[in-house]
Nanobody
Framework: QVQLVESGGELVQPGGSLRLSCAASGFIFSMAAMGWYRQAPGKQRELVATVTRGGSTDYADSVKDRFTISRDNAKNTVYLQMNSLKPEDAAVYYC?????????WGQGTQVTVSS
């Protein structure tokens, strides 16, 4: 069974940094493109960063040059380094494959950006 376990979210001041982690299991992680998604209150879930199985990355314009996605296939883990955080980055962050499993989502990790 697919499991996606996100961690690392917390309250941070504007301009601060966080590193999110996502431990994946139940599928062949090394063969999957992965993504980080986020959902803010009252908004649709959006894709913010992707990494292919080969390590190529792509970002939503809103996070480009501030966020970095990476993966460790030996640990079945995908990371999101978030720098220069803004209040509009506040959301619940999820990882999933790209495109995502429709049925399987983790519990997400809450990122709050506030002074």
């Amino acid at each position: 069974q697919v499991q996606l376990v996100e961690s690392g979210g917390e309250l941070v001041q504007p301009g601060g940094s966080l590193r999110l982690s996502c431990a994946a299991s139940g599928f062949i992680f090394s063969m999957a493109a992965m993504g980080w998604y986020r959902q803010a209150p009252g908004k649709q879930r959006e894709l913010v960063a992707t990494v292919t199985r080969g390590g190529s990355t792509d970002y939503a314009d809103s996070v480009k040059d501030r966020f970095t996605i990476s993966r460790d296939n030996a640990k079945n883990t995908v990371y999101l380094q978030m720098n220069s955080l803004k209040p509009e980055d506040a959301a619940v962050y999820y990882c999933n494959t790209n495109p995502p499993f429709r049925v399987y989502w983790g519990q997400g990790t809450q990122v709050t950006v506030s002074s």
